[in-house]
């Protein structure tokens, strides 16, 4: 049986030399260098190329390199693949410091200072009133993310696809449960994972719903909204903001209008960033359970594509 790392777009010296440290008995293969893709059984991936999933027969186990799975075709996997991936409570902690830290810049407008400061304006304002934030998907980040904004004077509600019961969230599920979830909120986050039915969810008339000064917190994936209908949203005064850590194309082109909007807030795909110190454990763990046919920890439901 042989392990394949494919992870693309990142320099992976150190997590070679940490996992073989792990498994020092096991031979890893880093993409592009292994010419006996039949004989893998168990792949370490993130954003790893198309082609590549067509060309292992004898496929175990796939392990993604992060807490989403929406880089891994699930439906073209041999049959009976297990999925996993990474659950880290420190990962959980970071996010939900980003998404506060964002929350709490936008009640205070520091903004809009920051703008002022660029002309040399004095212009004192009361901070924002509104705290009804919104947290779209209460997995392991968004539960995180809305337990922490409640332990900061925010008014907490939640939405996922089962129906759920947390302490000081309000808790809603279901399309048929969307539009009241969203009704008049002052924070929107989306931490959904991205399958065919989160698609596409941040649009015009999910906007509608929430308040005029709404700030959009995207955290997820780039497909979970509708750019064209943010900007539109934007330049109607239908939304107050959006901090954007996700993009359809990363890294985001150049030209692209979100890099320049005095309402947008960019940030490269930072919110919480996978911990080698904290992961490798995992993930050789999960290798040796590959090996023994010992439960794989963190598998996905693939029929449900999380
Ligand atoms: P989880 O799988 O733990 O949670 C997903 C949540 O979304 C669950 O509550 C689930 O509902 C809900 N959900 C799924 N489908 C639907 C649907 N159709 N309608 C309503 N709710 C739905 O995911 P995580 O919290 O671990 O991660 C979320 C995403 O965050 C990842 O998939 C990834 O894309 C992104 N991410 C971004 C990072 C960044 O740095 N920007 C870092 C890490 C992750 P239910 O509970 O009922 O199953
Ligand atoms: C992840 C990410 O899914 O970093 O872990 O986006």
């Given at each position: 049986m042989s392990v394949l790392v494919c992870i693309t777009g990142r320099n992976n010296e150190k997590l070679?030399?940490?996992?073989?440290?792990?498994?020092?008995?096991?031979?890893?293969?880093l993409w592009?260098?292994?010419?006996?893709?039949?004989?893998?059984k168990f792949v370490l991936a993130w954003k790893a190329p198309q082609e590549l999933w067509q060309k292992l027969p004898n496929l175990k186990v796939v392990q993604s390199f992060g807490a989403g799975v929406d880089g891994i075709p699930m439906s073209i996997l041999p049959s009976?693949?297990?999925?996993?991936?990474?659950?880290?409570?420190?990962?959980?902690?970071?996010?939900?410091?980003y998404v506060l830290s964002h929350a709490l810049a936008h009640k205070l407008r520091h903004q809009n200072y920051c703008a002022e400061q660029a002309k040399k304006n004095w212009k004192p304002r009361r901070a924002r009133k509104g705290v009804t934030a919104g947290v779209l998907g209460l997995g392991e980040l968004g539960k995180a993310v809305a337990q922490r904004l409640s332990d900061n004077g925010f008014t907490v509600r939640g939405w996922s696809r089962s129906a759920k019961q947390l302490d000081d969230i309000a808790c809603y599920y279901g399309e048929a449960q969307l539009a009241s979830f969203a009704s008049g909120l002052d924070y929107l986050?989306?931490?959904?994972?991205?399958?065919?039915?989160?698609?596409?969810?941040?649009?015009?008339?999910?906007?509608?719903?929430?308040?005029?000064?709404?700030?959009?917190?995207?955290?997820?994936?780039?497909?979970?909204?509708?750019?064209?209908?943010?900007?539109d949203a934007l330049n109607e005064q239908e939304l107050g903001g959006a901090v954007l850590d996700v993009?359809?194309?990363?890294?985001?082109p150049e030209k692209h209008v979100f890099w320049s909007h005095p309402k947008v807030t960019?940030?490269?795909?930072?919110?919480?960033?996978?911990?080698?110190?904290?992961?490798?454990?995992?993930?050789?763990?999960?290798?040796?359970?590959?090996?023994?046919?010992?439960p794989i920890k963190n598998g996905v439901?693939?029929?449900?594509?999380?």
């Amino acid at each position: 049986m042989s392990v394949l790392v494919c992870i693309t777009g990142r320099n992976n010296e150190k997590l070679m030399a940490k996992l073989q440290d792990a498994l020092p008995d096991v031979e890893l293969k880093l993409w592009p260098h292994c010419d006996d893709l039949e004989s893998v059984k168990f792949v370490l991936a993130w954003k790893a190329p198309q082609e590549l999933w067509q060309k292992l027969p004898n496929l175990k186990v796939v392990q993604s390199f992060g807490a989403g799975v929406d880089g891994i075709p699930m439906s073209i996997l041999p049959s009976g693949t297990v999925v996993a991936r990474i659950i880290d409570p420190q990962l959980s902690d970071d996010m939900a410091e980003y998404v506060l830290s964002h929350a709490l810049a936008h009640k205070l407008r520091h903004q809009n200072y920051c703008a002022e400061q660029a002309k040399k304006n004095w212009k004192p304002r009361r901070a924002r009133k509104g705290v009804t934030a919104g947290v779209l998907g209460l997995g392991e980040l968004g539960k995180a993310v809305a337990q922490r904004l409640s332990d900061n004077g925010f008014t907490v509600r939640g939405w996922s696809r089962s129906a759920k019961q947390l302490d000081d969230i309000a808790c809603y599920y279901g399309e048929a449960q969307l539009a009241s979830f969203a009704s008049g909120l002052d924070y929107l986050v989306c931490l959904l994972p991205l399958t065919d039915s989160t698609h596409g969810v941040l649009n015009r008339q999910l906007f509608q719903n929430v308040s005029n000064d709404c700030l959009l917190i995207n955290v997820a994936r780039g497909q979970h909204l509708n750019e064209q209908d943010l900007i539109d949203a934007l330049n109607e005064q239908e939304l107050g903001g959006a901090v954007l850590d996700v993009f359809t194309t990363e890294p985001l082109p150049e030209k692209h209008v979100f890099w320049s909007h005095p309402k947008v807030t960019v940030t490269p795909h930072i919110a919480a960033v996978t911990n080698l110190d904290t992961v490798v454990a995992q993930i050789a763990g999960n290798i040796r359970a590959c090996f023994t046919g010992a439960p794989i920890k963190n598998g996905v439901d693939v029929t449900q594509g999380y």
